[in-house]
């Protein structure tokens, strides 16, 4: 029996379609690097997932519906749609990732001047960058935030996942798959109509005397710089080494608008974990500006586009049904 498609399916399969096509008609490598994204994206998320599973087999298991819980997850329209999900979060980052990378392939036009204009005008003539860097000069706190930028994404990517897609309600996991396929797409489609590279790129002086507090993040972003210098030697017939998942885009940050729109998911599923995301949206947004990964503008754009998105998807899937069977089955 045919299965219909769930919307982030449809979104996202469009969206491979049509990349295929351009990157054919651009002679652009597109779909060659599918298995470096499987291999990166499959296992992590099939972790993760395993792992909410059986946190939450041990919370049911203390609570007495285990067997309720365990029918659930084992039955196998939730399995289908888990693998259905796990296969959309693969294609999700095939498309995002490329459209990063072949940005300034499309629009080679930077705006890195007008956001730092934008930035000033909004903090009264001062440049944010400058000053949170300044106000959190310690050289601890620059260790902290260094380190911090570059490990919490990752695991806020995991935990989400892990505690989303293990939910035993399809209509929660759906809506917020929707969620962050449209986030994503949204936020990888704005890159290309902004392009940018952000303000420690462009304004590298204001980074150069914190080198020694932000070995890590430097390292990274020298990285990321090779790898945009060699897609675009690609464009021009030389061969070099491009890797899909390090593409370079400031406006809006993502990070932000991530962790923004997985604090208000758990707003209504879990208050310990709106308040852990929130914490991390802070450390986030302040950390952006201290690394120079983002300007000010950017994680405020971050933020409406999650606001936007959540309240597009949560309002039409209904959710408060969901959260009045919860009571009634006791199941989280």
């Known amino acids: 029996m045919f299965a219909r498609p769930y919307l982030f399916e449809l979104i996202v399969v469009a969206n491979v379609v049509v990349l295929t096509i351009v990157a054919h008609l651009r002679s652009l490598q597109f779909l060659g690097m599918l298995p470096q994204v499987f291999a990166s994206v499959t296992l992590p998320l099939v972790s993760c997932v395993a792992a909410g599973v059986a946190i939450r087999g041990v919370v049911a298991g203390r609570r007495g519906t285990w067997p309720r819980y365990r029918a659930m997850v084992t039955s196998a329209g939730w399995l289908t749609d888990t693998a259905r999900m796990i296969v959309g979060e693969v294609l ?3 498309a995002y990732g490329w459209i990063k990378l072949v940005v300034p392939v499309f629009h080679p036009r930077l705006f890195d001047e007008e956001l730092w204009a934008i930035d000033r005008a909004i903090c009264f003539g001062f440049s944010p960058n400058v000053f949170v860097l300044t106000l959190f000069s310690n050289s601890g706190f620059l260790r902290f935030i260094d380190w911090a930028y570059a490990n919490i994404f990752m695991l806020t990517i995991l935990i989400a996942f892990g505690y989303f897609l293990s939910a035993p309600s399809r209509r929660l996991r759906l809506a917020f798959m929707n969620s962050n396929v449209v986030l994503w797409f949204a936020g990888v489609y704005l890159y290309l109509l902004v392009p940018s590279l952000g ?4 304004f590298p002086d204001v980074w150069f005397e914190y080198a020694g507090q932000l070995k890590t993040t430097q390292s990274l972003q020298a990285m990321l710089m090779r790898n945009y210098t060699n897609m675009l030697a690609t464009t021009r017939g030389i061969d070099k080494p491009v890797s899909i998942l390090y593409g370079i885009a ?10 923004a729109l997985v604090a208000l998911w758990m707003r209504r599923e879990w208050i310990y974990g709106e308040v852990l995301f929130a914490i991390f949206l802070f450390v986030i947004f302040i950390g952006s500006m201290i690394t120079g990964w983002h300007y000010l503008i950017d994680s405020l754009a971050g933020i409406a586009l999650a606001i936007c998105t ?6 039409p899937m ?5 959260r009045t069977l919860r009571r009634i089955l006791s199941i989280e």
Not at 318 to 322: F, G
């Open 92 to 94: 999700l980052t095939l």
């Open 199 to 202: 303000p420690a790129y462009r």
């Open 250 to 259: 400031a406006f809006p940050s993502m990070h932000v608008a991530w962790q």
């Open 310 to 315: 959540y309240y597009a998807v949560a309002r």
């Open 318 to 322: 209904r959710l408060s049904r969901w």
